[in-house]
């Protein structure tokens, strides 16, 4: 097996070297963090997944993909970084931790781009494209293939700037951001992927439709899991605060993947991944996706804990429903999930972060214990958004 790793990584050096030229990159800068050019040895990366219905050139998808996706054309969506984590790789590459950030939390918005100083914080991305947009036309330029990827990149240094400030002036060493589309052929290059919800539900709006418990999913069932956020079938209740659950959920998941390690040498996961590179995948100038591949595969053996951010309230601003936040609670969370102290064990019955065993054995020990059979997955209950989700156990959701 360890030689048929080796060959593997070969043949993924290979063609993500000649794949390299062809990845959507840009750069970006954190102007009020001096310490940026220092090797700190962890990593913080961003990963943004954007709504818009076309590819990173702006262009329409096949139409089988659009039918997969159950999301309207090319006309519907724009451009809002809908999906907001922010991965935390230690030094050690120990416990991985994903902060995820609600899309609709109310914040300042780094450029003020358009006028506008404050926003959904998924917003600053399409904001500054637009205005950026804006800008070429005034200066008399035609719209070509060069403008719409200047638009992109500033679009992307807002969207972080926005992210690093609200958290607490957090240092980003890297982003990936994804389509819709590259998120359905990272699900079909992996599938099938294990899930676990803790109702049936169906929604005719996603497409899902899924029976209570453990199952698992192909592509296009994948990403109605992470796009459910109704249930039109008379069943659970789910807002968008579920979505991002769902979300995490798949990343759970997806290290899981990583961690056989055929995955990463099998040809048609490689072809595949190489696809989704090429045209619905942008990362910063210096991201070394081989590298990362083999952090990934580390950091999988232990899995990836995840915190949502906390909600101080719900508002009405200028029209749109939005999430009212205390930055001081933010940034707090945000602090102890970095250095390690959020998910730190504790001897107390009352942890946050510790998931309650689906089958209702003791799980003191190990969470989501309680399965007698090897076989199956051990199982973590999560009933509400807000739960600490410890690695250890595949998390059942909502």
């Known amino acids: 097996m360890t030689t048929a790793l080796a060959v593997g ?68 969506g724009g451009y809002n970084a809908n999906v907001l984590i922010l991965l935390h790789i230690p030094e050690d590459r120990s416990q991985a931790v994903g902060i995820s950030i609600p899309r609709d939390d109310y914040v300042e918005i780094a450029g003020a781009p358009l006028g506008v100083t404050h926003a959904k914080i998924k917003e600053a991305y399409g904001l500054t494209l637009q205005a950026r947009l804006n800008e070429q036309v005034n200066q008399g330029r035609t719209s070509d293939a060069e403008g719409y990827q200047e638009a992109r990149a500033a679009a992307r240094q807002a969207q972080i700037e926005t992210i690093s400030r609200f958290l607490g002036d957090v240092r980003i060493d890297h982003f990936v951001e994804v389509t819709m589309a590259g998120f359905y052929y990272v699900a079909e290059a992996v599938a099938p992927i294990t899930v676990c919800v803790n109702e049936a539900t169906q929604d005719d709006h996603s497409g899902a439709n899924f029976t209570a418990g453990v199952q698992e999913l192909g592509p296009e069932e994948a990403l109605a899991f992470v796009r459910q956020r109704r249930d039109t079938a008379g069943g659970p209740f789910l807002t968008d605060l579920d979505r991002s659950r769902r979300q995490q959920a798949f990343i759970a998941a997806l290290a899981e993947k990583l961690r056989e390690q055929t995955t990463l040498i099998n040809p048609h996961t490689v072809m595949t991944l190489m696809e989704v590179t090429k045209n619905h995948v942008a990362m910063d100038s210096g991201f070394d996706v081989l590298s990362f591949l083999r952090t990934a595969h580390n950091v999988s053996r232990s899995g990836v804990s995840f915190v949502t951010l906390p909600i101080a309230g719900f508002d009405t601003i200028q029209g749109a429903s939005v999430n009212i936040v205390d930055l001081d609670e933010v940034r707090s969370v945000v602090a102890a999930a970095l250095d390690g102290t959020y ?56």
């Open 9 to 76: 990584v070969g043949i993924v050096a290979l063609v993500f070297r000649d794949l390299d030229e062809g990845i959507a990159r840009s750069e970006f800068e954190l102007p009020f963090i001096d310490d940026l050019d220092e090797d700190s040895g962890e990593q913080n990366i961003l990963i943004m997944g954007l709504d818009s219905r076309v590819d990173q050139n702006g262009k329409a998808l096949p139409d089988e993909i659009y039918h997969a996706l159950h999301a309207g054309d090319a006309s519907v």
């Open 343 to 398: 998910f730190a064990p504790d001897d107390g019955a009352d942890d946050p972060g510790a998931p309650h065993d689906q089958s209702g054995a003791d799980n003191d020990d190990e969470p989501g214990a309680g399965s007698d059979d090897e076989d199956e997955p051990r199982v973590a209950v999560y009933e509400t958004w807000d739960e600490p989700m410890r690695a250890g156990a595949l998390p059942c959701v909502n």
